[in-house]
């Protein structure tokens, strides 16, 4: 009795579906909590006796589910309601669109239903027989379609049409699931092109078009059914998917564009329908030769569709003009101002396919110009997606075809520097104009001492730096570029303590750690030009580069790069250093009695080889000796003991030629040159293609052998002052 009185509860109170949308969107600050009430509740309605409760609770539960919550916990009560008598043809219909929703291969009780399809394929209502075919087609499997086929090729025998159409569409699904299929099944469906109801026709076509796109060789000898069809049928969607069926068989037989040019001529002149106007456009630019008159018949309503205010309509006449562009880009010749004046919509989309068309517009003439209007859509866009975009469409349109529409390298190296100082939020492409800057001054040596006065311009140039500490813009790159490039060829850099003293500001601590590194070698190869330019002299006229009144003039001297390199806290010579180290010993002779002799000696050694105070911030070099990074430390301690060496040695009066070690003419190498030499004979090629595999006994004797050794390497001062510092401790 109780739990009679809690079904009758449940029956009478039980909320509806459009209740539960209401209260979905009353809840919207705890929605998640009022859905996960609602699911409790359905769970509990179906389990109840009546068969009208379930059906409400199986109508809420596929609404849940098309909102993306899991349905499958109702499964079994899903089954039980499609099974209800065809008199409950509303229940019947809420259990199969759930069934349709909710069930896939991987729900076990999909083996529960193939029964109740066939009952239903086999209903004498037609309606029925509908809803059998639409969850079929939604769910269909490898074992449905197996078991399933028989009945919907029966059901072609239909003097409804409404199931043939259905049945029609339902059957290129099954298909899919089990080719096998296909086959034997494909003269019913042929002969239904002929069905005097348009709808069947329709829908055979639909299913015919399909599989020709995916195999098109197995239908070229229905092309002159289609061909009948196409002077026959009235039907404009009818006409655009028999269309499609000409594109895709069209590649496959080269007599076809040929007899297809009449019909689809007299089509795109006579119909009033853009859709199919544009379709037959479509299939003439893929497939028309390049300069019949049926091409440029299409090329105008092509560009009548982009002349559209339609935005639809333009973007269309776009998307169709880039399939000219693949075939017959000849008949874009005049078409080139209206695409660039879509580089001005509003619409992003629209903007986007008329940069994919002006990069195949372009030559040798227009090159220039097109790219002054796309940089003044550069200008005049906020959108950095789009900016971004524009960027690398101009870096691609240059460097196509090996930069064979680039006439003027010079003019290039200044859309590049243009492009750096774009105001870009987020660059995405420094990685693409540092090759750009690499690849253009080291490969075109005409260029090349403009080429070096740019890239010495970007170690000036404050807002590259300002973008460092942004994740998403990699501008930056370009400085890793401008180190290199200034560090390879220093006889053009006009003035090099300028560089030296940007590459060696506290900014550069920002920037990525190559980069700093680049920046660390490129201070020592601008110093050892300095000390000796006519080593780089000599090695260019070698090279036929240039003569010595080509290089600019720069009146920077090796003391100027000096005090930037290394500071006047830190250039300490060795006799400054000897006169510090004597004031240093009598000061600490002179200190209090408690201290003992052997400390103050221990502290004024100390602080004599330490040249800057220790209050005093880095600078110079020594800023990246306490860097994070192994490669930058390792760089700017061995260019400091070089520069620190030279100098000590220059003061001597027999320092070494630094620029005989940097002089050499940087080349460039074609990818994969590395493999057309072969190794010397008498190198063992094990060395070479083979890594070396040591066993554990091995290593261990390794590192014995080179403990040993090193122990045995180290000096006697070495020892005794180990012992010393032993002896200190243990006092």
Known sequence: MQSKGKQATTQLFQKSLSDLVKGIRKHKKNEQDYIQKAIQEIKEELKHRDVHVKVIAVQKMTYLHMIGYNMEYGAFTI????????????????GYLACAQCFHEKVDLIQMIPNLLRNGL????????????????????????????????????????????????????????????????????????????????????????????????????????????????????????????????????????KKLAEP????????????????????????????????????????????????????????????????????LTTTKDLIIQCLGDDDPSIRVRALDLVGGLVSKRSIQSVIAKMQEQLALRDDDEFRNTIVKYIVDMCRQQQYAFVTNFEWYLRVLMDLTQAHIQHFEHGALLEEEFMTVIVRVADVRPFGIKCVSALLCNSAIYQKVDDPKSSLSRVLKAASYLTSEYPQYVPNKQVAVANLLKKRMLGVPTDIQAAAVQTCLKLYAYACNPEAYRASGESDGEEEEGDLPEDPTTVEELLLELLPPKQAVSPKKASKKKKKKKKKAADSDDSESSSGSEETSEEEASVGPEEDAEPAGLSMFL????????????????????????????????????????????????????????????????????????????????????????????????????KLSKAE
């Open 122 to 257: 086999r209903s004498a209502n037609q309606w029925e027989q509908g809803l059998a075919l639409s969850c079929i087609s939604n769910i269909c499997t490898p074992e449905l379609a197996e078991l399933l086929v028989s009945e919907c090729v029966t059901l072609l025998g239909s003097q409804r049409p409404y199931v043939k159409k259905k049945t029609l569409l339902t059957l290129f699904k099954i298909f899919l699931q089990y080719p096998s299929a296909l086959r034997p099944c494909f003269p019913r469906i042929k002969e239904k092109l002929d069905d005097p109801d348009p709808s069947v026709t329709a829908a055979s076509v639909n299913v015919i078009c399909e599989l020709a796109r995916r195999n098109p060789k197995n239908y070229l000898g229905m092309a002159p059914i289609f061909f009948k069809l196409f002077s026959n049928i009235q039907n404009n969607w009818t006409l655009i998917k028999i269309i499609k069926v000409f594109g895709a068989l069209a590649p496959e037989e080269p007599r076809l564009p």
């Open 626 to 725: 306490s860097s994070s990074d192994v490669d930058v430390r390792e760089h700017a301690s061995v260019t400091k003991a070089l520069v620190e060496a030279h100098v000590e040695l220059r003061e001597a009066g027999g320092a070494p030629v630094l620029g005989d070690i940097f002089s050499d003419v940087l080349r460039p190498v074609k990818a994969g040159a590395q493999d057309v030499i072969d190794p010397p004979s008498d190198i063992d090629e094990q060395i070479i293609f083979e890594t070396p595999q040591f066993s554990d006994d091995e290593d261990e004797q390794s590192d014995a052998t080179m403990s040993s050794s090193s122990s045995s390497s180290s000096s006697g001062k070495k020892k005794k002052k180990k012992n010393k510092k």
């Open 264 to 331: 689809l001529s007299q089509c795109i002149q006579t119909t009033p329908a853009k859709s199919l106007l544009y379709e037959a456009a479509l299939v003439v630019a893929a497939n028309a030769k390049p300069d019949s008159s049926i091409m440029a018949l299409a090329v105008e309503q092509l560009k009548g569709f982009v002349e559209s205010p339609d935005q639809n309509l333009k973007y269309l006449g776009l998307k169709g003009l880039a399939h000219v562009m693949k075939t017959s880009p000849q008949q």
């Open 79 to 94: 089954v039980e309601v499609m099974s209800s008598p065809s008199e409950d043809f509303s229940h019947k219909r809420i």
